[in-house]
């Protein structure tokens, strides 16, 4: 095997990697929101959000249901927008400037990516500095939501990428 051959194996491994993380990392968020949209209340506690949000959450507030469903149908057209990067639908959309079909997963990726990182400094303060805040809710953080939100973000990151190289490449 070549090595242009071996790079373009690895490119594209790196690539269906990508589109697998994002897919599998989107539909569990979707899931999730489903899950306590329908009434479920596992992790709904642990939720890094200030404490009057996260009490509405708990009680099934009507207007914390809405806001389940809105992630919901968010996620539902990430997920239809992951696949179109993945494998655009047709001539008209191999026509489309790649920047287009770049841009939101780029974006996604440098946001969630900064979630994780900030939120992670913050963590790191609350439960060692004594900042302001929940230290059992900073180690839900630390341990589960922002380790989450940083695969997630870097699965979005390698979707661009990946579309990127594919394009180019």
Same mark, same amino acid.
């Given at each position: 095997?070549?090595?242009?051959?071996?790079?373009?194996?690895?490119?594209?491994?790196?690539?269906?990697?990508?589109?697998?993380?994002?897919?599998?990392?989107?539909?569990?968020?979707?899931?999730?929101?489903?899950?306590?949209?329908?009434?479920?209340?596992?992790?709904?506690?642990?939720?890094?959000?200030?404490?009057?949000?996260?009490?509405?959450?708990?009680?099934?507030?009507?207007? $914390?249901?809405?806001?389940?469903?809105?992630?919901?149908?968010?996620?539902?057209?990430?997920?239809?927008?992951?696949?179109?990067?993945?494998?655009?639908?047709?001539?008209?959309?191999?026509?489309?400037?790649?920047?287009?079909?770049?841009?939101?997963?780029?974006?996604?990726?440098?946001?969630?990516?900064?979630? $994780?990182?900030?939120?992670?400094?913050?963590?790191?303060?609350?439960?060692?500095?004594?900042?302001?805040?929940?230290?059992?809710? $900073?180690?839900?953080?630390?341990?589960?939501?922002?380790?989450?939100?940083?695969?997630?973000?870097?699965?979005?990151?390698?979707? $661009?990428?990946?579309?990127?190289?594919?394009?180019?490449?």
């Amino acid at each position: 095997m070549s090595t242009s051959s071996r790079r373009a194996a690895t490119r594209e491994r790196w690539r269906l990697i990508g589109i697998r993380a994002t897919v599998a990392c989107t539909g569990l968020y979707g899931a999730m929101k489903v899950y306590w949209a329908l009434g479920g209340s596992l992790l709904l506690a642990q939720t890094p959000v200030p404490a009057e949000a996260r009490q509405k959450l708990i009680e099934q507030d009507p207007e $914390a249901i809405t806001s389940h469903w809105q992630f919901v149908a968010a996620v539902a057209l990430a997920l239809v927008y992951a696949s179109a990067v993945a494998r655009p639908w047709g001539e008209w959309m191999r026509r489309m400037p790649r920047w287009i079909l770049l841009l939101p997963a780029a974006l996604t990726f440098l946001m969630m990516t900064a979630r $994780a990182v900030l939120l992670v400094i913050g963590d790191v303060g609350v439960i060692w500095f004594d900042w302001k805040g929940t230290v059992y809710l $900073a180690w839900w953080d630390l341990l589960l939501w922002s380790p989450y939100f940083l695969v997630w973000g870097l699965s979005w990151g390698l979707l $661009a990428w990946g579309h990127r190289r594919a394009a180019t490449g």
